[in-house]
C-alpha cells in the first residue's frame, strides 16, 4: 500500500512561494489598516470559514482581524436536519444577503476586505465581493480561491461574474490562488476521488500572511498583540490585552465616529 496525499504539500508549497510578491503587497496592506488601529475584515463561506478560524483567533494570531461570517453559510456540521448541508448549500446560493450584513459595520477608509472561496464561483462569495466593491471602491478587496476553477468554471451569480473577475476589476484588488485543481479532489483510489486541496493551500496562504504582517509591523517599529500559547505557563495576562486590543478595533467597526 502506498500513500501518496502528502506529496500535494510540494504543491502547495510551491504554489504559495510563486505568489511570494503579491503576498507581500498583501501584508502590507494588513499592516495599515492594524498599525492604523483598524481592521482586516475577513468574509467566507463553506468549509473556507476554517481560514478564517486560523486568522482571527488561533495561538500566534494577530488583533485586527474581523471576521464577516453568516452562520448559515459556515454552520453545516449537523450534516442534515435543519442546519443540515442541503440547507446551507441553498442559502449561499441566494443573492442579497451578504450586502446586508455589510450595512451592520462602519468601514474606515484603507481597511481591506479578504473574500475566502474554495471554488472561486460560490454566489454568495461573488456577491460579497460586488456590494464591497460598490459601497467601498476605494479599500482594498483581496481573494482567496482556485485560479483554475474560477477562471473555467461556469459563473454561478447572475452578474455574469466568478471572484476573480470582481477582485481583478477593483480599483486595489489582489487575487491569491489557493493552489486547487479543477474539482478540488487530488487522489484516485480505484472509482473513488478524494483528499480536496484547497483548505490547506488556503490555511498556507493565511499562515504565510500572517508571517509577513508581523514582520512589515515589526520591520516599522510598531509593537503589536499576538496571542501567546494558552497551555504554556502562564499567558493570562498576555490574552486580557489581546482581547482587550480586539475590543476596541472591533467597537470602533460596530460605531465609528469619525464616519457619523
Known amino acids: 500500500m502506498t500513500l501518496t496525499f502528502p506529496n500535494q504539500l510540494d504543491r502547495v508549497r510551491n504554489n504559495v512561494l510563486a505568489q511570494q510578491d503579491k503576498l507581500e503587497r498583501v501584508a502590507t496592506i494588513f499592516a495599515d489598516a492594524i498599525a492604523s488601529g483598524g481592521l482586516v475584515h475577513v468574509y467566507a463561506n463553506g468549509h473556507s470559514r476554517l481560514s478564517?478560524?486560523?486568522q482571527v483567533i488561533r495561538m500566534g494570531a494577530l488583533t485586527g482581524f474581523h471576521p464577516l461570517m453568516m452562520t448559515a453559510h459556515t454552520t453545516f456540521t449537523n450534516v442534515v436536519g435543519n442546519d443540515g448541508i442541503r440547507t446551507c448549500q441553498s442559502v449561499e446560493k441566494f443573492e442579497g444577503l451578504t450586502p446586508k450584513m455589510l450595512e451592520e459595520?462602519?468601514?474606515?477608509?484603507?481597511?481591506?476586505?479578504?473574500?475566502?472561496t474554495a471554488t472561486g464561483t460560490t454566489a454568495?462569495?461573488?456577491?460579497?465581493?460586488?456590494?464591497?466593491?460598490?459601497k467601498y471602491p476605494d479599500n482594498p478587496?483581496?481573494?482567496?480561491?482556485?485560479?483554475?476553477?474560477?477562471?473555467?468554471?461556469?459563473?454561478?451569480?447572475?452578474?455574469?461574474?466568478?471572484?476573480?473577475?470582481?477582485?481583478?476589476?477593483?480599483?486595489?484588488?489582489?487575487?491569491?490562488?489557493?493552489?486547487?485543481?479543477?474539482g478540488d479532489v487530488t487522489t484516485e483510489v480505484g472509482p473513488y476521488k478524494v483528499c480536496?486541496?484547497?483548505?490547506?493551500?488556503?490555511?498556507?496562504?493565511?499562515?504565510?500572511?500572517?508571517?509577513?504582517?508581523?514582520r512589515v509591523l515589526h520591520e516599522r517599529g510598531i509593537e503589536h498583540h499576538v496571542l501567546g500559547n494558552m497551555h504554556l505557563k502562564d499567558t493570562q495576562s498576555n490574552y486580557d490585552a489581546w482581547v482587550l486590543d480586539?475590543?476596541?478595533?472591533?467597537?470602533?467597526?460596530?460605531?465609528?465616529?469619525e464616519l457619523h
Open 105 to 116: 459595520f462602519d468601514i474606515a477608509p484603507g481597511e481591506p476586505l479578504v473574500v475566502i
Open 246 to 257: 480586539q475590543r476596541k478595533r472591533y467597537a470602533r467597526a460596530t460605531y465609528n465616529p
Open 52 to 54: 478564517i478560524e486560523e
Open 141 to 182: 478587496l483581496i481573494g482567496i480561491a482556485s485560479d483554475t476553477q474560477s477562471r473555467a468554471a461556469a459563473t454561478k451569480h447572475s452578474s455574469g461574474k466568478n471572484l476573480h473577475h470582481v477582485v481583478e476589476d477593483a480599483k486595489l484588488g489582489i487575487f491569491l490562488d489557493n493552489g486547487m485543481p479543477m
Open 196 to 214: 480536496p486541496l484547497s483548505s490547506i493551500g488556503s490555511l498556507t496562504l493565511i499562515q504565510s500572511l500572517n508571517e509577513l504582517t508581523i
Open 124 to 134: 454568495a462569495a461573488v456577491d460579497m465581493a460586488l456590494a464591497w466593491q460598490a
